[in-house]
């Protein structure tokens, strides 16, 4: 069974450039989570969907980050414009069916 | 956002011996899942526990779900350098939700 894939793995903008992350979560899992790492830290929820309806949004600053799963399989993170505090890792996760997360290996984004 | 205190925040140990972390909350959760992340890989599922007093082992990793609800352990019987990394918890505490918070990280120095 294919794990979670991410890309790109790699990304290096200017502040105020944008950029988007790409997430497919495993075959049939309906809730997919973009977290955000910083170095040094545990990963923090941005967003969590089930199918292609958000469940929470709460910590996403939504003044620059956005979204989506339209069709409630795959989905994109976007960072417009992206500030110098944005440099992380970005990592997309889906949940299994005991409740279990699956990460992918995550997208590291440095914002010169 | 709210992250699980956990602890220690970092340890050295010498390869063979055994080692115990824990993670700590002021919530009572529902679920505990323990994972371990290598340098500039995503975090990998070790253990999930489901229901306080259980014990649950993967190998040479024991994890037990703390009775009070508001706690978790991990224990590494004798360790070997692979087992270098940071060692998360992630909880979820509202039932329905599946709502994860992760902890502060735990990093493992092994010296052979």
């Known amino acids: 069974e294919a794990g979670v894939a991410q890309s790109p793995r790699y990304k290096i903008i200017e502040k105020r450039q944008s950029v988007a992350f790409w997430c497919n979560p495993i075959s049939g899992h309906a809730t997919l989570y973009w977290y955000q790492q910083i170095l040094g830290q545990g990963p923090k929820l941005l967003i969590q969907?089930?199918?292609?309806?958000?469940?929470?949004d709460s910590q996403l600053p939504k003044d620059r980050f956005s979204a989506e799963r339209l069709k409630g399989v795959d989905s994109t993170l976007k960072i417009q414009p992206a500030k110098l505090e944005d440099s992380a890792v970005y990592l997309c996760?889906?949940?299994?069916?005991?409740?279990?997360?699956?990460f992918g290996e995550g997208s590291r984004l440095t914002v010169l | 956002g709210q992250q699980l205190n956990q602890s220690p925040q970092s340890m050295f140990i010498q390869e063979g011996e055994d080692v115990s972390m824990n993670c700590t909350s002021s919530s009572i959760f529902n679920t505990w899942l323990w994972y371990k992340q290598d340098p500039g890989e995503g975090p990998v599922l070790l253990i999930a526990l489901y229901k306080a007093g259980e014990l649950t082992s993967n190998g040479r990793l024991t994890a037990q779900f703390g009775i009070t609800r508001k706690d978790s352990f991990l224990n590494i019987s004798a360790s070997i350098p692979s087992d270098v990394g940071i060692y998360f918890c992630a909880g979820r505490s509202l039932p329905g939700t599946y709502k994860y918070i992760f902890g502060t990280g735990t990093r493992l120095k092994v010296l052979a």
């Open positions: 969907f089930q199918n292609n309806g958000v469940v929470d």
């Open positions: 996760a889906s949940r299994g069916g005991w409740g279990e997360l699956f």
